[in-house]
């Protein structure tokens, strides 16, 4: 059971290249989301998706664009990378009861992209 | 503004000593508390969630408690060990289903 899987791990990029991480869960979990983690600074939201079909806006999107996929697949795309966006990325899941607030229900990370924009 | 402050950054503790971690939370309307741990290089795993209604819980050698009149929460790890270093993130949910990250207590055990 590997849980939420990120890759790539690591990645150099030059200002203006553009990628997509990919993340992947198979818990069967309902709703998934990005972070971005920036030393001195805690966890921040950057899209996430309650649900097969649906997106939204976090904390800090400008500059990114997700998609999801399927129910286990949420991938995240930097168009044009700038050194800002220079960072640890990590990917989360949690399920989601029909009708009730997921309040209760952890979420689950993977162990995140590490990517540097030069 | 809802935010979550936690306390110290960092600390260092010698192995098999005890050690209390501090978050204050000022997030409205409250809905729950969860503590993570994340080990270097890896994502963070839950250790404990509290909710509004509980005062103390435990999981192993961690102990939280939560105090909701304060909007306190501690974690308290009991005769540390060498695995036990790690950053210990505080996390309050509240309103419609948002959350408040701290910034994290740093905790380095030496032998």
């Known amino acids: 059971n590997a849980g939420v899987t990120q890759t790539p791990k690591f990645q150099v990029l030059k200002t203006g290249q553009s990628m997509t991480l990919q993340c992947a869960q198979d818990?069967?979990?309902?709703?998934m989301y990005w972070y971005r983690q920036d030393p001195g600074m805690g966890l921040r939201l950057i899209y996430y998706s309650a649900s097969e079909g649906t997106t939204d806006k976090g904390e800090v999107p400008n500059g990114y664009n997700v998609s999801r996929l399927n129910k286990r697949e949420f991938s995240l795309r930097l168009e044009s990378a700038a050194p800002s966006q220079t960072s640890v990325y990590f990917c989360a899941s949690s399920y989601r009861d029909r009708g009730r607030i997921e309040g209760n229900q952890p979420q689950h990370f993977g162990d995140g992209t590490r990517l540097s924009i030069l | 503004k809802n935010q979550v402050e936690q306390s110290p950054q960092s600390l260092i503790i010698l192995e098999g000593k005890n050690c209390t971690l501090q978050c204050n939370y000022t997030v409205s309307p409250f809905s729950n508390l969860r503590w993570y741990k994340q080990d270097t290089g890896r994502g963070p795993v839950s250790l404990t969630i509290?909710?509004?209604?509980?005062n103390t819980k435990s999981n192993g050698r961690y102990t939280a408690t939560l105090d909701a009149d304060t909007k306190q929460s501690s974690l308290h790890i009991t005769a540390s060990q060498l695995s036990d270093s790690a950053s210990y993130i505080c996390?309050?949910?509240?309103?419609?289903?948002?959350?408040?990250f701290g910034k994290g207590n740093q905790v380095v055990v030496i032998p």
């Open positions: 996390v309050a949910r509240y309103g419609n289903n948002r959350l408040a």
């Open positions: 818990m069967n979990h309902n709703s």
């Open positions: 509290m909710t509004f209604s509980e």
